[in-house]
T-cell receptor, first 115, second 116 residues
Framework: GAGVSQSPSNKVTEKGKDVELRCDPISGHTALYWYRQSLGQGLEFLIYFQGNSAPDKSGLPSDRFSAERTGGSVSTLTIQRTQQEDSAVYLC?????????????FGQGTRLTVV | AQSVAQPEDQVNVAEGNPLTVKCTYSVSGNPYLFWYVQYPNRGLQFLLKYITGDNLVKGSYGFEAEFNKSQTSFHLKKPSALVSDSALYFCAVRGGPKGGYNKLIFGAGTRLAVHP
């Protein structure tokens, strides 16, 4: 596609429910990144993919968080048993390759609210 | 381990004056350095990058940044600030062994406020 697409743009869920956030990267981009941003704050690294593998998932806050990428394209970030502290904007970015000196392009994010 | 520091939470500058937003980094190997801007309720937009070559790089909207290897810094600059430059600015770094797969790490962000 023309840009990084994330869905849904907004998600309100009840505490304890599971949620899935989707990221569709720019076509041909092999690297994909997930970040979390609390209101007006910095970007917290969660995980990145090179192709379908995740060389670094050190940023995932707990075992309630998981992510996968299939076909070297779409990625899904899953949060199980959501908690109120999970409320944030989840940002996805993609780039040509994580070892390439190219910039990453960001989607508009998914705003998650846990009530 | 990779890290990025933006020592100022906020920078205030009068319109027409020069601005500087500071960034220092720590990374093994040669760094790839980036600046992004985030306007309210909008996604992150790429401004400029340093990969190799000239230490002074120019980017979008009249911004430029100077890479200083000895000081491990990559400060963002603009000769004359505009009120419309008011936004949240992020510095980011990738680095590591050549050919390795490296994550992209961001600083905490600096809020730039340009006053008329």
């Amino acid at each position: 596609g023309a840009g990084v697409s994330q869905s849904p743009s907004n998600k309100v869920t009840e505490k304890g429910k599971d949620v899935e956030l989707r990221c569709d990267p720019i076509s041909g981009h092999t690297a994909l990144y997930w970040y979390r941003q609390s209101l007006g704050q910095g970007l917290e690294f969660l995980i990145y993919f090179q192709g379908n593998s995740a060389p670094d998932k050190s940023g995932l806050p707990s075992d309630r968080f998981s992510a996968e990428r299939t076909g070297g394209s779409v990625s899904t970030l899953t949060i199980q048993r959501t908690q109120q502290e999970d409320s944030a904007v989840y940002l996805c970015a993609s780039s040509l390759g994580s070892a390439e000196p190219t910039e990453a392009f960001f989607g508009q994010g998914t705003r998650l609210t846990v009530v | 381990a990779q890290s990025v520091a933006q020592p100022e939470d906020q920078v205030n500058v009068a319109e027409g004056n020069p601005l500087t937003v500071k960034c220092t980094y720590s990374v093994s190997g040669n760094p790839y350095l980036f600046w992004y801007v985030q306007y309210p309720n909008r996604g992150l937009q790429f401004l400029l990058k340093y990969i190799t070559g000239d230490n002074l790089v120019k980017g979008s909207y009249g911004f430029e940044a100077e890479f200083n290897k000895s000081q491990t810094s990559f400060h963002l600059k603009k000769p004359s600030a505009l009120v419309s430059d008011s936004a949240l600015y992020f510095c980011a770094v990738r680095g590591g062994p050549k050919g390795g797969y490296n994550k992209l790490i961001f600083g905490a962000g600096t809020r730039l406020a340009v006053h008329p």
